[in-house]
């Protein structure tokens, strides 16, 4: 763990000892009160029911709560899973930018997210929704087609925006969240806790960019196609009733591997690195070319770039 | 303790109040159970399955639920309609009609926790939201601040009702300065809830249908011709009932303060619709979507003009002192107010505000059966809440149910 988080971590659960046994007592009563309430039964079932704010766990709790996790994960797919628990690294902060210009909508970025994430695929759930556009309009949305099945892309006279979480400077979704279920983490990333998480969708109401995105239903993900390497922030498999959206790969990134769909997209019009090196290429991009942000007028300040490569 | 253990007679001595009734009073009683069930079983299989089976989706995320949660805070914050008359003016007859409105508060806050209950995807984490249990995301969450708004309303009615009908109980003279400063903090705490609702849509620059200045205003005006509204006809069914005395004057007086919140309500719509279209930016997509379909989509349109011409039938039948003082006439103006405003709060605020989503595409949002029956439960709750607080407080107000105080 880095200084910053743990830090920043000592200083939440300093600041909040008092409410803490306050907590601890009140949650007691409540736990009686809502022992029927628990979606499990037991004592297993009420540790989750009773489970705090990720940011308010101890090295301990959070050490403890992954292994149950992770044997629930076992029981459900008979598949052992990792949940890794890495946080952001000091110095570093994820930017991406998306190359206009080369994308040609063959969305193989769609579908390696959806393999690497585990996402519900039913009811299905994508992270990325590409946009067709008329270069006669420009970014117009009124006239965008996000269901375009043409038997060859690109098709003349469009183009092809990715659109996906722009892991805002300033996240709206941060900001109306009454609970405070998701935050930005010291990498720019912005996160949800799935266990805090109560469901009310405010963050998609609030989101510019469509890029939360609720389990309606029970989420599915068949065993063979469930990705065992995962982040407790990101792609570990998710409850019914949470929202959940884009981390940059958390599981990934954090390891210094590429996001999935930087990795497979086969113009390389997709480009990630760390914004506070001067030296990276994401930087070069960002001085050098043509760039703009989308709905900037909205100031929610994105770390996902759109730029013009040729 | 004394205090204590006559409260506590207070409570016993209520419940058969609760029980007696005609049979007119079962029936009603008995079908507002059936529909509970009827919406407690739906929302068991909406616990099971998950919101799958409501028929809101990424694009369209609130819908229903929420558009009667917003109307019926609007339904809260309108007693104190009543309460500005009867306690800063002094004003006779509208005081025990203010009893009635602040019962009316607590009944719709009720139904308005149960639609928000309903609509979170974990109920089993609503402690999550509890002050000091929870953690509450304040300053920055609007929807915290919701949530303490509406809970210390209810608190605060709950309160007052509960300290009144007490008193009047135990044939004590309540104490003015306990309940004068209650019930005129119940003023602005009304505003509040009504105002915080509003900034909840209001703050949200995704969605630029909700993102204008005099969204707060113009719930307040709507609210303030609906919640009356309720209680007019309300007001009437109880004089027929039981021997409770309206004056009719009271009532003339209501409808009149009506006629103005509805002529600013219109007012303050005419602003928006020619801001819109003068203007005539990309946000006038939605306002399109309402009131004339988009690419096809056109299911809201006939609900976006009946509000409208509803909401001018009325306004001319509360304007007009003629019809204002005919009951045949209130009453239909009643009706269509009543109308116009749960179209345009149901209907008309959350799914445009919705559709087109942020990036264009239109999903096409209709209740499911599930939504109606869930609905229905809650509405049924708060007739219910309402129903049985009448029967203890209607006595009591007549003066026909005292205490044990002279043993
Ligand atoms: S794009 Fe949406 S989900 Fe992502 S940080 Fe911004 S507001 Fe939040
Ligand atoms: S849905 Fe979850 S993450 Fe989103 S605002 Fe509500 S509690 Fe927060």
């Known amino acids: 763990m880095s200084d910053a988080t743990s830090r920043s971590l000592r200083m939440t659960r300093r600041g909040l000892r008092p409410a803490g046994s306050r907590r601890a007592f009140l949650g007691g009563a409540l736990a009686a009160v809502a022992g029927a309430l628990a979606t499990g039964c037991g004592r297993e079932g009420m540790e989750a029911f009773l489970q705090h704010n990720f940011r308010e766990l101890s090295r301990d709790e959070l050490d403890r709560i992954i292994k149950r996790l992770e044997g629930e994960a076992k029981r459900r797919y008979g598949k052992k899973i990792r949940i890794g628990k890495e946080p952001a690294m000091q110095g570093v902060v994820f930017g991406y930018a998306l190359d206009l210009s080369r994308c040609i909508g063959c969305r193989r970025c769609v579908h390696a997210c959806v393999q690497e994430n585990n996402p519900s695929r039913s009811p299905e759930i994508q992270w990325i929704r590409v946009l067709q556009m008329e270069k006669e309009k420009g970014v117009d949305l009124e006239a965008a087609d996000a269901y375009y099945n043409p038997e060859e892309v690109p098709q003349e006279g469009h183009f092809y925006m990715p659109v996906q979480c722009q892991q805002c400077k300033n996240p709206p979704c941060v900001k109306v969240c009454p609970v405070g279920a998701t935050w930005k983490d010291p990498d720019g990333i912005v996160v949800i806790d799935y266990n805090w998480c109560i469901g009310c969708r405010y963050c998609m109401a609030a989101c510019p960019y469509g890029a939360r995105h609720f389990n309606w239903g029970e989420p599915t993900v068949q065993p063979a196609d469930l990705n065992p390497e995962t982040h407790y922030l990101g792609n570990r498999p998710r409850p019914k009733g949470v929202v959940e959206k884009c981390t940059f790969c958390i599981q990934r990134t954090r390891k210094g591997l590429y996001p999935a769909c930087v990795e497979v997209c086969p113009t390389g019009s997709r480009k990630f690195g760390n914004l506070a090196d001067p030296k990276s290429e994401i930087r070069y991009i960002l001085e050098n070319k043509r760039v703009f942000v989308f709905k900037g007028e909205l100031n929610t300040q994105p770390k996902f770039f759109y730029f013009y490569g040729v | ?407």
């Open chain 2, 1 to 407: 303790m004394e205090t204590l253990r006559t409260f506590g007679h207070f409570t016993i001595d209520s419940l058969p109040l609760v029980l007696k009734g005609d049979r007119y009073y079962y029936a009603w009683v008995a079908f507002l159970l059936l529909l509970m069930a009827l919406g407690g079983f739906a929302y068991a299989g909406q616990v099971r399955e998950g919101l799958i089976v409501t028929n809101m989706r990424d694009q369209v995320s609130w819908g229903f639920y929420i558009g009667n949660f917003t109307f019926l805070v609007g339904v809260a914050a309108a007693a104190i309609m009543l309460v500005i008359p009867a306690y800063v003016y002094h004003w006779g007859p509208i005081k025990e009609i203010t009893l009635l409105g602040e019962l009316l508060a607590v009944s719709a806050l009720v139904m308005c926790l149960g639609f928000v209950l309903v609509d979170i995807g974990r109920v089993d984490r609503f402690w999550h939201i509890i002050p000091f249990v929870g953690r509450l995301n304040l300053p920055s969450s609007l929807l915290a601040w919701d949530v303490l708004a509406l809970n210390g309303y209810l608190l605060l009615n709950w309160t007052v009702v509960t300290y009144l009908l007490y008193c009047s109980y135990t044939g004590k003279e309540y104490n003015k300065s306990v309940v004068i400063p209650l019930v005129l903090s119940s003023i602005p705490m009304a505003v509040s809830i009504h105002t915080v609702t509003a900034f909840l849509y209001n703050g949200l620059a995704a969605r630029p249908f909700w993102n204008s200045a005099i969204l707060a205003p113009r719930f307040l005006a709507s609210a303030f011709c609906s919640g009356p509204a309720i209680l007019l006809i309300l007001l009437q069914i109880l004089r027929r009932t039981t021997r409770l005395k309206v004056q009719d004057e009271a009532i003339f007086k209501v409808a009149e303060l009506m006629a103005y919140t509805m002529g600013f309500n219109l007012l303050l719509t005419v602003a928006e619709v020619f801001k819109e279209f003068y203007s005539n930016t990309e946000h006038l997509v939605f306002i399109r979507y309402l009131f004339f379909g988009l690419k096809g989509h056109n299911g809201l349109v006939p609900f976006a003009w009946a509000s409208i011409l509803t909401g001018v039938v009325a306004f001319l039948l509360f304007l007009i002192p003629k019809t204002r003082t005919n009951w045949v006439t209130l009453n239909i103006g009643c009706v269509l107010i009543y109308a116009s405003v749960y179209i345009e709060k149901g209907m008309a605020l959350i799914i445009p505000g919705l559709t087109p989503d942020v990036l264009g595409d239109i999903y096409v949002y209709r209740p499911s059966l599930t939504e109606l029956l869930v609905a229905a439960g809650i509405f049924a709750m708060g007739f219910l809440v309402f129903t049985l607080m009448l029967k203890i407080a209607v006595p009591i107000m007549l003066g026909e149910f005292t205490g044990r105080k002279a043993e």
